[in-house]
């Protein structure tokens, strides 16, 4: 690939984002590859020695914030000829719900998943009381005489212990599984807007 | 190594590879090298966050009939290594205490 197809993808990869941002990468990438040029390197293999466009792309991704990607793209709509800007108007009670439950169902999705991850919280701390609860009822039962209750009730104990502690394994995995799933869809809407732009 | 771990080691090489003299991209890279792998976004990543924190300044100069970026270390950038070398001591004396044993078998 030469130098200027690999800016050229990399400016494509990077559209919608403020174009101050787009052009420091620019410059920035494409004196790494001239300085690799000056070194002796082929122009084809400067080029090869870089980070490949999609991680670049999806590293600058991660880095900016979603808040600034959306400014831009609102900010860059203000060219928009005349036209445009009246049926936007008009369309306006279309959009709005539109947009609206859009980043309602973005926003439930993120509920979801989280309540997943307290209810599962919560069943760990509820056996794991209902477990102390019958070591406790056992102890007393059987100091009162119930000898064969306070045994079961400390064997329903042991059980119980061991039910919390694979909650717990259980409910740590899934609170990182769900961290994940967070980044991943955060991502993913930052790459739609992206996208959008091209 | 550890993401983490290395993440705060790069911050402090790029500081030293242009602590003594003023440097660029490329050559910052090639200097760590021998050292600590870089690729040029984590580089370009962590030039943005020390120049945001006002550890480096940035210059433009002429090279070879095109422009090149030059980056220059601040007082707080250099108060940045002498802090990493003071936390490097307590690091030092806790990897004592984390291989004591096996020291004592040898």
Not at chain 1, 67 to 93: D, F, N, Q, Y
């Amino acid at each position: 690939m030469s130098k200027q197809e690999f800016l050229d993808q990399l400016r494509a990869g990077l559209a919608g984002l403020p174009q101050q941002d787009i052009n420091e990468r620019l410059t920035f990438y494409s004196e790494m590859i001239d300085d690799r040029i000056e070194e002796g390197l082929t122009e084809e293999a400067a080029v090869a020695g870089m980070d490949s466009v999609d991680s670049i792309v999806s590293q600058t991704l991660s880095e900016i914030p979603l808040s600034k990607i959306v400014k831009e793209r609102v900010s860059s709509k203000r060219s928009m000829p005349a036209w445009a800007i009246i049926l936007i108007i008009i369309g306006a009670p279309v959009w709005i719900p539109l947009l609206l439950s859009f980043f309602i169902i973005i926003l439930s999705f993120y509920v979801v998943i989280w309540s997943i991850v307290f209810a599962l919280w919560a069943t760990v701390v509820g056996i794991g009381l209902s477990s102390v609860a019958s070591l406790a009822a056992g102890v007393i039962l059987m100091c009162l005489g119930h000898g064969i209750t306070g045994v079961l009730l400390i064997s329903a104990f042991l059980v119980l212990v061991g039910l919390t502690i694979l909650f717990v394994f259980l409910s740590i995995a899934l609170t990182k599984a769900m961290a994940i799933l967070t980044g991943v869809i955060a991502s993913g809407i930052k790459r739609m807007f992206i996208r959008k732009e091209k | 190594m550890d993401v983490q771990l290395k993440r705060g080691l790069l911050d402090v090489c790029v500081l030293a590879a242009i602590k003594n003299d003023d440097s660029y991209g490329y050559k910052i890279i090639k200097d760590m090298k021998p050292y600590i792998e870089m690729s040029e976004s984590t580089l370009y990543t962590i030039l943005k966050r020390l120049e945001a924190a006002r550890m480096l300044t940035v210059r433009s100069a002429e090279h070879e009939g095109r422009l090149r970026k030059y980056y220059r270390i601040t007082d707080v950038g250099v108060k940045r290594i002498d802090d990493f070398k003071d936390e490097w001591k307590e690091i030092m004396s806790i990897y004592r205490f984390v291989t004591r044993e096996d020291q004592g078998n040898e």
